[in-house]
């Protein structure tokens, strides 16, 4: 079994900074990307960034400049750095890592519970 557990979220004024961290752990073989989506209420989960077990990126345009995603391999670790937060980024924040639990398994997405950030104006 695999596990993905996020820290880091919280309540903070518009233009401040979180870093959220999610760590994955179980039986695990290998992990591609890993990422961090959001989902605000009465809205679809979208994209906000992921990196490859290489380290290249993807950003959503909206987050472009504001966040940063990286990663500790060692660790099973993602991070989120998020900067000049804005009421918008409101929503919960869910890790997501590709990975497989044997050397000839095929890849499959795990997700995390979900970290609630909040962003007041």
């Known amino acids: 079994q695999v596990q993905l557990v996020e820290s880091g979220g919280g309540l903070v004024q518009a233009g401040g900074s979180l870093r959220l961290s999610c760590a994955a752990s179980?039986?695990?073989?290998?992990?591609?990307?890993m990422g961090w989506y959001r989902q605000a209420p009465g809205k679809q989960r979208e994209l906000v960034a992921r990196?490859?077990?290489?380290?290249?990126?993807t950003y959503a345009d909206s987050v472009k400049g504001r966040f940063t995603i990286s990663r500790d391999n060692a660790k099973n670790t993602v991070y989120l750095q998020m900067e000049s937060l804005k009421p918008q980024d409101s929503a919960t924040y869910y890790c997501?890592?590709?990975?497989?639990?044997?050397?000839?398994?095929?890849?499959?997405?795990?997700w995390g519970q979900g970290t609630q950030v909040t962003v007041s104006s």
């Open positions: 990196i490859s077990s290489g380290g290249t990126t």
């Open positions: 179980g039986s695990i073989f290998s992990i591609n990307n």
């Open positions: 997501n890592a590709d990975l497989r639990t044997t050397m000839r398994g095929s890849l499959y997405g795990w």
